[in-house]
């Protein structure tokens, strides 16, 4: 396997980690059973792995992190983070650690809030998708 195929193959991997997080969080959101945390867990896990995937497809090693902001920084060297993205890292920053630990937690989740952050991941993933489908095209 060249390097493109094992970078297309690693990518491919996170996609599909990123895809089943961001189904998780979908089918929990109208369960009002469901803590809303768990819905903002999987929302950022799903971006989370929707970059790692999209460092990945240029070469780059994916930090060992949690922290959407480092991973963003990772992605777009020097670069100002692109506006739609900057609330989702405000919202889902939390999930990585904090909101997942009852000690931790500042505040409770905000299920409306999560709700509206979740078009941008899936845009998120669905941009990693579409990436490797070009990549393996072209």
């Given at each position: 396997?060249?390097?493109?195929?094992?970078?297309?193959?690693?990518a491919r991997a996170w996609l599909e980690k990123a895809q089943g997080d961001?189904?998780?969080?979908?089918?929990?959101?109208?369960?009002?059973?469901v803590p809303a945390w768990v819905i903002g867990f999987h929302l950022q896990q799903a971006i989370e792995k929707a970059?790692?995937?999209?460092?990945?497809?240029?070469?780059?090693?994916?930090?060992?992190?949690?922290?959407?902001?480092?991973?963003?920084?990772?992605?777009e060297p020097a670069a100002d983070p692109p506006p739609e993205v900057v609330?989702?890292?405000?919202?889902?920053?939390?999930?990585?650690?904090?909101?997942r630990y009852p000690l931790l937690s500042p505040r409770e989740a905000d299920r409306a809030e999560l709700q509206?952050?979740?078009p941008n991941v899936e845009r998120e993933v669905d941009e990693?998708?579409?990436?490797?489908?070009?990549?393996s095209e072209g």
């Open positions: 396997m060249t390097l493109p195929e094992k970078q297309l193959a690693l961001v189904e998780a969080a979908r089918a929990a959101m109208d369960n009002l059973r970059w790692k995937g999209r460092l990945v497809l240029v070469g780059v090693r994916p930090p060992a992190v949690h922290d959407l902001r480092a991973l963003l920084q990772a992605r609330p989702v890292v405000e919202v889902l920053q939390p999930f990585a650690v904090e909101e509206s952050v979740l990693l998708r579409d990436a490797i489908r070009d990549r």
